[in-house]
Every structure is written in structure tokens, then in C-alpha cells.
T-cell receptor
């Protein structure tokens, strides 16, 4: 079945440093979504990418969808302590009745 | 406030107990889901209901029994659980079953389950 892997599993940065998490799918995706889960919280939808090579920005967050629609990345510029949490990608397979498969997640820790 | 409400938020139960988790969504969505989140594991999809019909059951042990009486409510009945079933159980909903491309998932705050 479809697998969605994320790297790194964990990253610890100092406030102000940049951070990137990468998401790789074993199959071609129709779309990819990103979610953020704060410590002790629940996943919250951030964004969806649909087109090959698509790039979207939300303030300091930049999301990219690969040309082959099998990978994606989330880049945070100048991290802040409010960015702490686990970031999940979720890829939807092509075809009808296709599942949304969550990635393994990247836990981000930001210290002053 | 996410629009998806779960109760209880925390539950401790013995291996011989029977308990239920409840989920209610106020978003007018037609699809509801149960996910399990354990430490160091990705989110595991357990059950999917679309318009009150179960459309997916991912090889979940029979000690977990879902019930969807209407499109706004979802239950997860628990009986004779094992300690390894301790996890965060997340209910979620989406406009339609995520077989339709581009649905986003709205999660509840989760129910922390500890089996002793």
C-alpha cells in the first residue's frame, strides 16, 4: 500500500534559524496536505497543494509540491517558539475512493 | 473550537471494562473518521463513515466497535482492550468521504485512552 515518509523525525533549532521537513510518497499523489499538531493538541489543517511544482506561502511558511507529485516540503524561515509542534504531510492517492495517508511526522523544537 | 467535539477527553479503563468514546461534529459534514495516534507512529486510520455507512475498516481488532447513528455523531465502543491500545483517539470529519479529491480533514481534540 501507499507509504508516506517524512524526514527528519525530529529537529531542534534555535529561534531565528530556518527549518525544513521533507515528505516522500511511494506513489504519485493527486494532492498533498499539511497539518500541524501542537504539543498536547490535535492536527490542524495548514494547506493543500494540487498542481505539479506548486509553491504556496503562508507568512514564514513555504510549501512546495514536487514536479512528479511524489514529494513535498515545508520550509519555515526564521523559526519562532510558536512554531513548535509536529508537522504532518498527508498524501491522497490518485484514483477514485483514494485514501488520505498521513506521513510519519516531523517534530520541531525551537529554543531561545 | 474545532467544530468537532470529543468526549471524554481522558479515559482510564481496565482490560475488562466496556466504555465508549463519543464524537459530534457541528460542521454539516457527511464523512466521519476514527484515527489512532500512538507514540512514534503515524496517524492510523481505523474507520471511515460516509453518510452513516461504514466505507472503510482498516483491519481493526473487533474489540473496537464503531457506531454512526447519524451524520453528526460517531461512537467508538471499547471492550476488553489491551494495554497496547493506550493512545490518543482522534475523531475527524470532512465535507465528503476523502475519496473525493481535495477534502480536508477537521480533527477533534482527541480522547486520551489509558488501558490498565
Amino acid at each position: 500500500g501507499q507509504q508516506v515518509m517524512q524526514i527528519p523525525q525530529y529537529q531542534h533549532v534555535q529561534e531565528g534559524e530556518d527549518f525544513t521537513t521533507y515528505c516522500n510518497s511511494s506513489t504519485t499523489l493527486s494532492n498533498i496536505q499539511w497539518y500541524k499538531q501542537r504539543p498536547g493538541g490535535h492536527p490542524v489543517f495548514l494547506i493543500q497543494l494540487v498542481k505539479s511544482g506548486e509553491v504556496k506561502k503562508q507568512k514564514r511558511l513555504t510549501f512546495q509540491f514536487g514536479e512528479a507529485k511524489k514529494n513535498s516540503s515545508l520550509h519555515i524561515t526564521a523559526t519562532q517558539t510558536t512554531d513548535v509542534g509536529t508537522y504532518f504531510c498527508a498524501g491522497q492517492d490518485t484514483g477514485t475512493a483514494s485514501k488520505l495517508t498521513f506521513g510519519t511526522g516531523t517534530r520541531l523544537q525551537v529554543t531561545l | 473550537e474545532t467544530g468537532v467535539t470529543q468526549t471524554p477527553r481522558h479515559l482510564v479503563m481496565g482490560m475488562t471494562n466496556k466504555k465508549s468514546l463519543k464524537c459530534e461534529q457541528h460542521l454539516g459534514h457527511n464523512a466521519m473518521y476514527w484515527y489512532k495516534q500512538s507514540a512514534k507512529k503515524p496517524l492510523e486510520l481505523m474507520f471511515v463513515y460516509s453518510l452513516e455507512e461504514r466505507v472503510e475498516n482498516n483491519s481493526v481488532p473487533s474489540r473496537f466497535s464503531p457506531e454512526c447513528p447519524n451524520s453528526s455523531h460517531l461512537f467508538l465502543h471499547l471492550h476488553t482492550l489491551q494495554p497496547e491500545d493506550s493512545a490518543l483517539y482522534l475523531c475527524a470529519s470532512s465535507q465528503t468521504f476523502f475519496g473525493v479529491s481535495g477534502n480536508t480533514i477537521y480533527f477533534g481534540e482527541g480522547s486520551w485512552l489509558t488501558v490498565v
